[in-house]
Nanobody
C-alpha cells in the first residue's frame, strides 16, 4: 500500500486548506485512515481519524471545532478540511492507513507541509 498526500501550502492565519490523501496498491483491507502532524522539532501527533466503514471520526481537541475529516471508502481516500488556521497548526501533515484487525496504523504517506503565517 502506498499513500500520497497533497494539498499543503502557505496560508495566512484564519485561512483554509484542504488536504487529500489517496491509497494505492492492495487497499482492500484498509478500514481506517487518519492524519498526523509533526511541527518542527516536536513529536508527531494525531490530528484526526476516520473509520471508512461507518464514518465515525476522532479529532484532537485543539482542532475539533476547525478541522473536518472525511473519507471515501470505495476510493480509499481521506480528506482534511482545515479552517480558521492558526500559526500553531504549522507542521508537516502525514496521512496514515490502518487495515482490518490492526491496532495501529500500518502505512504512512510522505507528508505535506502546511505553513500558517501570522
Amino acid at each position: 500500500v502506498q499513500l500520497q498526500a497533497s494539498g499543503g501550502g502557505l496560508v495566512q492565519e484564519g485561512g483554509s486548506l484542504k488536504l487529500s490523501c489517496s491509497a494505492s496498491g492492495h487497499t482492500f483491507a484498509i478500514i481506517g485512515m487518519g492524519w498526523y502532524r509533526q511541527p518542527a522539532g516536536k513529536e508527531r501527533e494525531s490530528v484526526a481519524a476516520i473509520n471508512l466503514n461507518d464514518g465515525s471520526s476522532y479529532y484532537e481537541y485543539s482542532v475539533e471545532e476547525r478541522f473536518t475529516i472525511s473519507g471515501d471508502n470505495a476510493a480509499k481516500m481521506v480528506y482534511l478540511q482545515m479552517n480558521n488556521l492558526k500559526p500553531e497548526d504549522t507542521a508537516v501533515y502525514f496521512c496514515a492507513a490502518r487495515i482490518e484487525g490492526a491496532d495501529s496504523y500500518d502505512y504512512w504517506g510522505q507528508g505535506t507541509l502546511v505553513t500558517v503565517s501570522s
